[in-house]
């Protein structure tokens, strides 16, 4: 479950994020090799101690896409609670608008794929929980 609004009893273990890396209408998304085998997501990954959401994205799209960006062109689209049976986490989207459609250099250990997506089509995905209703809100869906 995701809400913009945090739910009574809400705990959240970590901080996470993703971002939605853009060109000409299409978007990165990726195929997950780790604990979500199979599903699609987006770049992002946990905060660490010491940074702040922007500084774990830029970090985070460094490692998991050979991409360096800059911070001062992220766009947070927002922070939302998120309920998975075992856990609660929250999780702050991005985007970023590319000038280039840039070569991504995938790390193999966390990703198996890439595609570059229009919306519509990232929601006909096998795509982590949450992550339609992420792109929904990030695209104005």
Same mark, same amino acid.
């Given at each position: 479950?995701?809400? /913009?609004?945090?739910?009574?009893? #809400? @705990? $959240?273990?970590?901080?996470?994020?993703?971002?939605?890396?853009?060109? %000409?209408?299409? #978007?990165?998304? +990726?195929?997950? @090799?780790?604990?979500?085998?199979?599903?699609? @997501?987006? $770049?992002?990954?946990?905060? !660490?101690?010491?940074?702040?959401?922007?500084?774990?994205?830029?970090?985070?799209?460094?490692? /998991?896409?050979? +991409?360096?960006? !800059?911070?001062?062109?992220?766009?947070?689209?927002?922070?939302?609670?998120?309920?998975? $049976?075992?856990?609660? #986490?929250?999780?702050?989207? #991005?985007?970023?608008?590319?000038?280039?459609?840039?070569?991504?250099?995938?790390?193999?250990? !966390?990703? @198996? /794929?890439?595609?570059?997506?229009?919306?519509?089509?990232?929601?006909?995905? %096998? +795509?982590?929980?949450? !992550?339609?209703?992420?792109?929904?809100?990030?695209?104005? +869906?």
């Amino acid at each position: 479950m995701i809400t /913009e609004i945090e739910p009574k009893g #809400f @705990s $959240p273990k970590f901080h996470s994020t993703g971002i939605y890396l853009i060109h %000409d209408g299409r #978007f990165v998304t +990726l195929k997950r @090799s780790d604990d979500y085998k199979g599903k699609w @997501s987006t $770049p992002g990954g946990g905060i !660490e101690k010491g940074e702040d959401p922007h500084d774990t994205i830029v970090r985070e799209v460094k490692e /998991e896409c050979g +991409l360096t960006i !800059e911070k001062t062109k992220l766009r947070k689209v927002g922070t939302y609670n998120i309920r998975y $049976p075992e856990f609660d #986490f929250r999780y702050t989207i #991005f985007t970023y608008y590319l000038d280039n459609r840039e070569e991504i250099v995938l790390d193999k250990n !966390e990703h @198996s /794929e890439i595609r570059w997506v229009t919306p519509d089509e990232a929601l006909q995905l %096998d +795509l982590i929980m949450d !992550e339609d209703y992420c792109i929904r809100k990030a695209f104005g +869906l």
